[in-house]
């Protein structure tokens, strides 16, 4: 039976609001995420057939049809090296209709294509009495790990990730899209937050799913420590690489919050990046997609005017989401650390998980 790995929070608390109770992107009321990892074989490189380190993780906003239901949206673009899917439409019109995906780089076209699959079973409509659809897949490349252009990623396994999905618990680190991804030059992958933002008589949660695929050994930095730095003799088979990569952020909230609003915390999550070490290379695909539960679209209304409630931006209550963003992105990229054992992947190439009991004494060394 294999250890569980802590969470960061276990070892040293991060920032000052509190998490919610499962400190995790399900703690915003209807969210479910869904997972299919992907491991098979063992040894040297054969295109198309393995050794396999990869898989496809799924968001879904709420219980409701998405399509039907859409959410209030928002993207941001940190750095543009990548190739997502559907981010253009959230920026224009402000909603989301699909799920959200995650999936390695070569596989965004296999999974959009998976996800349209799904859409049109349960909207037979779309694209006959009505418009089309806007998938939604957001990436990073496993290829270190992974026989990436076998392009593993199936239909069964996006389904099931999908139809799988859960708000009981969301498992981290090398599972689902986070499975052949690694991190400050360790084993990287799926990590999750989340903040409670308590305001007069309200508590709104703000919660964050990452897959984390960036960064270099030095500048790895939990709580202020320069941890990267005094691990740098560590075994590290990836010191050659460049610090380019990626990350994608998923970020949640039950707030009533509008795209514009939305957009002004996806703008903050690179301070979380930067509390961690992150500097956004040159060659990093950045990509961050938010949205709110809260007021739900209908796609077909007999009404030309909409009404609803939104948080006022009076600098107190705003700057509570702002500082909960920072923090529950620098949690989950931290979890996402913690929360990856060692993965050999392809040609024996070794993304080494976070060793946490030296972590520990390097944080007990400097008195935290």
């Keep these: 039976m294999q250890t569980r790995r802590p969470r960061i ?20 009321k209807g969210v479910k995420v869904g ?6 074989g063992e040894g040297e490189l054969k295109i198309g057939e393995g050794p396999v380190r990869t898989g496809v993780t ?60 799904y859409m049109l079973k349960t909207n037979p409509e779309i694209g006959i009495t009505t418009g089309t659809v806007n998938p939604v897949v957001g990436e990073c490349n496993d290829g270190y790990l992974n026989d990436i252009q076998g392009r593993h990623v199936s239909e069964a396994d996006v389904l099931a990730a999908i139809e799988g999905a859960t708000n009981c618990s969301v498992e981290e ?4 899209a986070g499975t052949g ?11 999750t937050a989340s903040r409670l933002i308590q305001y007069e008589e309200e508590t709104y949660v703000v919660g964050v799913l990452v897959v984390s695929n960036f960064g270099r050994r030095e500048d790895l930095t939990i709580a202020g420590i320069p941890i990267g730095r005094e691990l740098k003799d560590w075994p590290n088979e990836t010191q050659n690489k460049t610090d380019d990569g990626s990350i994608m952020i998923v970020l949640a909230t039950d707030a009533p919050l509008s795209s514009r609003q939305l957009g002004r915390l996806a703008r903050r999550v690179p301070l979380g990046l930067a509390r961690t070490g992150s500097i956004v290379s040159h060659g990093s695909g950045d990509f961050v997609i938010a949205f709110s539960t809260t007021y739900r679209k209908p796609h077909k209304t007999e009404h030309h005017l909409a009404q609803w409630e939104r948080i006022l931006e009076d600098g107190k209550l705003i700057d509570l989401f702002f500082r909960g963003t920072v923090e529950v992105v620098e949690e989950a990229v ?35």
């Design 9 to 28: 929070r276990e070892i040293i608390s991060i920032g000052e609001l509190p998490p919610g109770p499962m400190n995790s992107i399900i703690d915003v």
């Design 35 to 40: 997972h299919s990892t992907i491991i098979r």
């Design 58 to 117: 799924a968001i879904i906003p709420h219980v409701g049809n998405v399509y039907q239901e859409k959410v209030t949206a928002a993207a941001h673009v940190i750095n543009g090296f990548g190739k997502s899917i559907g981010l253009a439409q959230i920026q224009e019109l402000g909603s989301l209709e699909t799920p959200i995906l995650l999936t390695n780089t070569l596989n965004v076209a296999r999974v959009s294509d998976a996800l349209i699959t």
């Design 173 to 176: 680190g090398a599972v689902g």
């Design 181 to 191: 991804m690694y991190c400050y030059h360790f084993k990287g992958g799926i990590g």
């Design 334 to 368: 931290l979890n996402s650390l913690t929360g990856s054992k060692t993965v050999v992947g392809r040609d024996g190439h070794t993304a080494y998980g976070l060793p946490i009991e030296q972590v520990k004494e390097l944080l007990t060394r400097y008195g935290r």
